[in-house]
């Protein structure tokens, strides 16, 4: 069964762009959540999904979005990047949206904003 | 936000030794689970624990759900080099849906 998989793997930005990062769970799961991770502020949730809705959101502004598609992907969004933004981006990926599920990680996407 | 307390921040370590590290709360959670984490890549889950005095383990690693629901601890036995990494807990609030918290991680270094 493949694990999670996050795509780019690498992307180099400029302030003031914006940037789409991809995820695609395991297969059969349909929960996909996205956390931002920096040295200063650790892991923070972004969002989870789940039958292409929003179920959660952290404290994040509305420069960062996401959505779910049918076949359970998702994208991220972050428009007009700030040098803040650069970090390691995770996807996790569970069976559904209750919390008593294990949540698998992909390997990131290392967004660096210059 | 909530934020869990994680201890120690680092361990330096000789090979062979036991290493044991925990995570703190002032709330109430309802899944714990643990994860390693390697430079570069995406956290790796090593045990999730779902009821309340719950001891799981995995080969040398053994991890327990606090009895209150707001601690957990991982203790990693006879330790060797490949062990080194950044060791999270992740925790879930009962009213957060199935958000996890992080800890701050820990760092463990292993010596030859």
């Known amino acids: 069964k493949a694990g999670v998989t996050q795509t780019p793997r690498y992307l180099i930005k400029t302030r003031g762009q914006q940037v789409t990062l991809s995820c695609s769970p395991i297969s059969g799961h349909r929960s996909v959540s996205w956390y931002q991770q920096t040295p200063g502020q650790g892991l923070q949730f972004l969002f989870e999904y789940f039958s292409e809705t929003q179920r959660n959101k952290g404290n994040f502004p509305g420069r960062f979005s996401g959505r779910q598609f049918s076949n359970s992907r998702s994208e991220m969004n972050v428009s007009t990047l700030e040098l803040g933004d650069s970090a390691l981006y995770l996807c996790?990926?569970?069976?559904?949206?209750?919390?008593?599920?294990?949540?698998?990680f992909g390997q990131g996407t290392r967004l660096t904003v210059v | 936000g909530q934020q869990l307390n994680q201890s120690p921040q680092s361990m330096f370590i000789q090979e062979g030794e036991d290493v044991s590290m925990n995570c703190t709360s002032s709330?109430?959670?309802?899944?714990w689970l643990w994860y390693k984490q390697d430079p570069g890549e995406g956290p790796v889950l090593l045990i999730a624990l779902y009821k309340a005095g719950e001891l799981t383990s995995n080969g040398r690693l053994t991890a327990q759900f606090g009895i209150t629901r707001k601690d957990s601890f991982l203790n990693i036995s006879a330790s060797i080099p490949s062990d080194v990494g950044i060791y999270f807990c992740?925790?879930?609030?009962?009213?957060?849906?199935?958000?996890?918290?992080f800890g701050e991680g820990t760092q463990l270094t292993v010596n030859p």
């Open positions: 996790a990926s569970r069976e559904g949206p209750r919390g008593n599920t294990e949540a698998f």
């Open positions: 992740a925790g879930q609030i009962e009213t957060s849906g199935s958000r996890l918290t």
């Open positions: 709330s109430i959670f309802n899944t």
